[in-house]
């Protein structure tokens, strides 16, 4: 599952090998109006068909799967650059969770690229906007709008047992320093599994099979 507006195409570098996995990217589909993170995860977990599955998400999409885990039972449950719990978001957005300061973002401005990546990738995506921005997908307001403020009030306290975390050590959306316990990747950022695909292939088919 990819991060917060993103396309599965995100995951394009990303070579598992075909004699041992089948892989199949979800993508995001319209919130209902009012519906809550817990709903939206079972209406995704319909579009999974096969049993015991391994569940990986990146970003907010990590957020998705591990509300989505209940619903398919997953063997293995993988998020990269994300949140095991909402002690680990970080200051700004526990800050947004109290003060509703998140609900005056100028939201209407999802038609502008370079607004849309700074929220889904993270300011510095700017430098190299026209290389990234084929990877979002999703450029509706109500959307984002639901996706932020389902992320500023996430409720999960506990980390879903056996969860696999993946994080880069220099991630300007998720500090490393919010983050309690994962496998650390050396300069990775909140885009590493677009640009540190190798690192990827080379980890995830031992991570799933053991």
């Not at 998720?174 to 980890?203: A, L, Q, Y």
């Amino acid at each position: 599952m990819p991060g917060m507006a993103a396309s599965p195409l995100i995951f394009e570098h990303i070579e598992l090998p075909t004699a041992c996995f089948e892989v199949f990217r979800l993508e995001w589909i319209p919130p209902l109006k009012g519906e809550s993170l817990k709903d939206y995860a079972r209406r995704m977990s319909r579009n999974i068909r096969h049993p015991d599955p391994v569940l990986i998400g990146v970003s907010f999409g990590g957020m998705l799967v591990q509300e989505m885990a209940p619903f398919v039972n997953p063997r293995k449950l993988i998020i990269i650059s994300s949140v095991k719990t909402r002690d680990e978001l970080p200051g700004k957005m526990k800050f947004a969770h109290y003060t509703g300061v998140h609900k005056l973002l100028p939201t209407s401005l999802v038609t502008n690229v370079e607004f849309i990546a700074r929220y889904a990738f993270g300011k510095g995506i700017s430098k190299r906007l026209k290389r990234y921005e084929k990877y979002l997908a999703v450029k509706d307001k109500d959307y984002v709008d639901w996706a932020i403020n389902e992320i500023v009030h996430w409720k999960r306290t506990t980390p879903v047992p056996g969860i696999i975390h993946i994080h880069g050590d220099k991630d300007p959306v998720f500090p490393i320093s919010c983050i309690k316990e994962c496998i650390r990747v050396k300069g990775g950022t909140h885009i590493m599994i677009i640009n540190r695909s190798r690192w990827f292939n080379e980890h995830l088919p031992s991570l799933i099979e053991n």
